[in-house]
């Protein structure tokens, strides 16, 4: 039953934007439009201090709750991978509340493809934790516009002075490889995000090099969506494998989506 839930519920947090003011949890952590961004007076760490008295004094019996139904145990169903970067907030746009998400953070959302070797063994770890420990369901990969990492891939990762970060970005080369060898002009998004947009399904791929990850999608128990916002318009794009493009998740294209995904479930089920 787990397993016919959660493709819904995946498709569902790129809608609740829209709804996201209406939510009952926001309302009783005293939430409201007019203070979501709250005016800082800095960008250091005495906005960090700040927060956590202001995260202890609104915090409401909900939540606190919440975090006690929590606290020896956590399930979540699915694996959130995303970037490092400072403006993208997993919670925030896919307005989901603690233990719906693990979640897997790095430079660039990247994935190694799958070796025996102990090397850049932090995102395999996750993976292995979230897949044959927390037994999560799904797998959401997440890129976003104008990526400081695909920029460092774009200009060539001989400039780099860091051997750590060049190292690193070796995984997402072959994105920049797919964009050279197709004919970008007939769009008219930037190229680092065309780039970053390909980095998304490049690293689905080598997800998909994990043993536990490809068996579990063979035996339909597992399965990997991949995302990408727009900072900018603070907009969330689907890929369709159908159409083999990243579509905007507005209200139509959400129900069409949880449609299809339904039929599918059906078809599994049957």
Same mark, same amino acid.
């Given at each position: 039953m787990?397993k016919?839930?959660?493709p819904?519920?995946? #498709?569902?947090i790129?809608?609740?934007?829209f709804? !996201?003011?209406?939510?009952?949890?926001?309302?009783h952590?005293?939430?409201?439009q007019?203070?979501?961004i709250?005016?800082r007076e800095?960008?250091?760490?005495k906005?960090i201090?700040?927060?956590i008295t202001?995260?202890?004094?609104?915090?409401s019996?909900? !939540?606190?709750?919440?975090?006690?139904?929590l606290k020896?145990?956590q399930?979540?169903?699915?694996?959130?991978?995303?970037?490092?970067?400072?403006? #993208?907030?997993p919670?925030?746009i896919s307005?989901?509340?603690?233990?719906?998400?693990?979640?897997?953070?790095?430079?660039g959302?990247?994935i190694?493809?799958?070796t025996?070797s102990?090397?850049d063994?932090?995102?395999?770890?996750a993976?292995? !934790?979230?897949?044959?420990?927390?037994? #999560?369901?799904?797998?959401v990969?997440?890129?976003?516009?104008?990526?400081?990492?695909?920029?460092?891939?774009?200009?060539?990762l001989?400039n780099l002075?860091?051997?750590?970060l060049k190292?690193?970005?070796?995984?997402?080369?072959?994105?920049l490889?797919t964009i050279?060898?197709?004919?970008t002009?007939k769009?008219?998004a930037?190229?680092?995000n065309?780039?970053?947009?390909?980095?998304?399904?490049?690293?689905?791929?080598h997800l998909?090099t994990y043993?536990?990850?490809?068996?579990?999608?063979?035996d339909?128990?597992?399965?990997?969506?991949?995302?990408w916002?727009?900072?900018g318009?603070a907009?969330?794009y !689907?890929?369709d494998?159908?159409?083999?493009?990243?579509?905007? #998740?507005?209200?139509?294209?959400a129900?069409?989506?949880?449609?299809?995904?339904?039929q599918?479930?059906?078809?599994?089920d049957s």
């Amino acid at each position: 039953m787990k397993k016919l839930i959660l493709p819904f519920a995946i #498709i569902a947090i790129f809608i609740a934007v829209f709804w !996201y003011f209406e939510s009952p949890l926001l309302d009783h952590f005293h939430f409201h439009q007019e203070n979501v961004i709250p005016k800082r007076e800095s960008d250091d760490v005495k906005n960090i201090l700040k927060g956590i008295t202001d995260f202890r004094k609104n915090l409401s019996e909900d !939540y606190k709750d919440l975090f006690s139904k929590l606290k020896n145990h956590q399930d979540p169903d699915t694996l959130f991978i995303c970037c490092s970067d400072s403006r #993208i907030v997993p919670s925030l746009i896919s307005s989901s509340n603690p233990g719906e998400a693990f979640v897997l953070r790095n430079v660039g959302n990247i994935i190694p493809a799958y070796t025996f070797s102990l090397e850049d063994n932090s995102a395999p770890a996750a993976i292995d !934790y979230a897949v044959n420990v927390l037994n #999560i369901t799904d797998v959401v990969l997440c890129g976003h516009s104008d990526c400081g990492a695909m920029k460092a891939v774009r200009e060539g990762l001989d400039n780099l002075s860091n051997t750590h970060l060049k190292a690193w970005l070796e995984n997402a080369e072959d994105a920049l490889i797919t964009i050279d060898d197709e004919n970008t002009e007939k769009t008219n998004a930037p190229e680092i995000n065309e780039i970053s947009k390909q980095n998304v399904l490049l690293q689905i791929e080598h997800l998909k090099t994990y043993p536990s990850i490809k068996s579990r999608i063979d035996d339909n128990k597992l399965s990997i969506h991949g995302l990408w916002f727009d900072v900018g318009n603070a907009e969330v794009y !689907y890929y369709d494998p159908t159409s083999s493009e990243f579509v905007l #998740i507005d209200e139509n294209k959400a129900e069409e989506l949880l449609q299809r995904l339904k039929q599918k479930a059906e078809s599994l089920d049957s």
